[in-house]
């Protein structure tokens, strides 16, 4: 009886120990217990009279421990936690399994959307120390100045380092974020103008080719996007949209993300990562960059491309990338230059097709644009860079299809934050879904319909506060390569509307499109049939 009482003396000691916020290093916890255990066996060995007895008193010590530590872990979660006062489901307030399960599933975003209208709250507790928070003066409070980065950006484990994107550590973002700024500077970007045309070029004429039969958008888009990642970055002719590349990348690319999403969501396992054997498809993934990465090596510094900035040095600290974080960073830019510019491309042509009438006015703007001439050349990223109603119809695009649904993550300041009425601690994780946010009805009017004219002269009421709008994020972690994507998202949009009329093919099914939807942070859709139908320019008035 002294002993187990001893035990359950030790497990509520234990929990106290861990219970602080924030949590305490997931290895340190287990270094701890195993150590304890072998103290144990140890000393059951010089006071027991044989094996059997050890292993009878460790059994019996453990389960007793762990029934304790796990009983009273529950009730103060639920209870005593400092995050008590927050509304959200019972179950999330136990165990980060849950949100993991609905970032199996690929419904996270949904998920939480569903939460806060069935809460009624700006605030809701989705993890034992964690809360989505869904309210534009929040965006400031939370991802102002060098925030604390949340404990879901240890995924960069995954790939044997961290990147500019996973870091915690400001000592080694901001010299980081130094160097990838440089490859993104106009001067830089202007260098980058004509090869993006040329691979848009491309992508017109093959689509002229299919002489209006149906295409599988997310294919053509994803084949585009990757040839243009490819050559932007490394200097490589990848050829997807030649039909002679490895057209492996982006299913490899989909499936890292959805286990690395999962994994990202639980914490304990996350910070394991290292110590745990590597997945084929997750290896077979970072190999593929890493191989790129040491294609573009070998060619030398005379390419001018966005690893050409990557290899050299931080202007200001002169700090370089190692070789692994080199790899860490190929295998960024892999997923963040292509899949999401992708999926925003083809969720844009979708709402080109589901709407005649924007399709017909943005067509007329650039039609305005090409009437001097009557000749396409006129469609560049400079001439087409201040159209207002292609400006509006990306605007809306990003706002209702963002390719990042679930929105940044992030850590409260140690002295905490005030959301309306709500006091979050300090050292909290915190989810802001992009999703949530930007169809708030609050900041939104209609904010699930697709109307363009929201960021015009004409429907201005439809945008109650802009600060709700942060399609690349926030902050000093926003989208380093914002410019460059907007430039290729408005050349593809209006090289194609001016081109073709776009319809619905007949294999198309919406219903199916939706439901095959997952948010796996970034977004995985589903095949889009389409058919682009030649317009006959010389008909339309100059």
């Not at 999330?92 to 949100?99: D, E, G, R, Y």
């Not at 928070?133 to 980065?149: L, Q």
Request: some cysteine; proline content about 4%.
């Amino acid at each position: 009886m002294a002993e187990t009482f001893t035990t359950m003396m030790a497990a509520i000691a234990y929990q106290v120990l861990l219970s602080p916020i924030p949590e305490p290093s997931t290895i340190k916890v287990i270094s701890i217990y195993f150590s304890s255990n072998c103290v144990l066996f140890l000393y059951l060995t010089f006071t027991s009279t044989g094996i059997f007895e050890v292993i009878i008193h460790l059994f019996t010590s453990n389960a007793t421990f762990l029934l304790t530590a796990i009983i009273l872990t529950a009730f103060r979660r639920l209870y005593f936690s400092p995050l008590s006062h927050i509304p959200g489901p019972a179950r999330f307030a136990l165990t980060k399994l849950f949100i993991a399960n609905e970032y199996r599933l690929g419904r996270t975003s949904h998920t939480i959307e569903a939460l806060h209208k069935q809460y009624k709250s700006d605030v809701v507790r989705i993890g034992p120390n964690e809360v989505s928070i869904i309210n534009a003066d929040a965006v400031t409070k939370v991802f102002s100045g060098k925030y604390p980065r949340g404990t879901f950006y240890e995924i960069g484990a995954i790939n044997g380092e961290v990147n500019v994107n996973t870091t915690r550590d400001y000592g080694k973002h901001t010299p980081w974020r130094r160097i990838w700024e440089k490859g993104f500077v106009s001067s830089a970007i202007r260098e980058y103008n004509t090869r993006v045309e040329i691979h848009v070029d491309k992508m017109i004429q093959i689509l002229l080719k299919t002489d209006g039969k149906e295409v599988n958008v997310s294919k053509a888009m994803d084949d585009l996007t990757f040839d243009i990642m490819a050559g932007l970055s490394f200097s490589k002719h990848a050829g997807l949209q030649d039909g002679i590349g490895d057209n492996s990348y982006m299913s490899y690319v989909h499936k890292y993300m959805s286990f690395g999403v999962i994994i990202a969501s639980l914490r304990n396992v996350a910070q394991l990562l290292f110590y745990m054997p590597e997945m084929s498809d997750i290896r077979t993934f970072r190999e593929k960059g890493e191989r790129m990465l040491m294609e573009r090596q070998e060619r030398g510094s005379n390419y001018r491309d966005i690893f050409s900035y990557l290899l050299s040095a931080d202007p200001d600290g002169g700090e370089k990338f190692t070789q692994k974080e080199l790899n860490s960073n190929a295998n960024l830019i892999i997923i963040a230059g292509s899949d999401t510019t992708s999926s925003t491309l083809t969720q844009a042509l979708r709402a080109l097709a589901k709407e005649p009438r924007i399709l017909s006015k943005l067509q007329k703007e650039i039609d305005e644009l090409c009437s001097v001439t009557g000749k396409d050349k006129e469609i560049t990223i400079d001439s087409i860079r201040n159209l207002e109603y292609l400006n509006a119809v990306l605007d809306e695009v990003l706002r209702l299809y963002n390719p990042i649904p679930s929105g940044p993550h992030a850590m409260t300041y140690t002295q905490g934050i005030e959301v309306g009425d709500i006091h979050i601690p300090g050292n909290v994780q915190v989810e802001m879904s992009h999703l949530v946010l930007m169809t708030d009805e609050r900041y939104f009017p209609q904010g699930k319909s697709f109307i363009p004219e929201r960021w015009t002269r004409e429907r201005p009421e439809l945008v109650r506060d802009r600060r709700a709008y942060i399609p690349f994020g926030y902050g000093v972690h926003s989208c380093v390569g914002k410019p460059l994507a907007l430039h290729e998202l408005r050349l593809v949009i209006a090289r194609i509307v001016r081109t073709f009329d776009i319809q619905f093919g007949h294999s198309h099914d919406d219903v199916l499109f939706e439901r095959e939807w997952k948010d796996y942070m970034a977004v995985e859709i589903g095949n889009l049939w389409v058919r682009f139908l030649p317009r006959r320019l010389e008909d339309i008035a100059a």
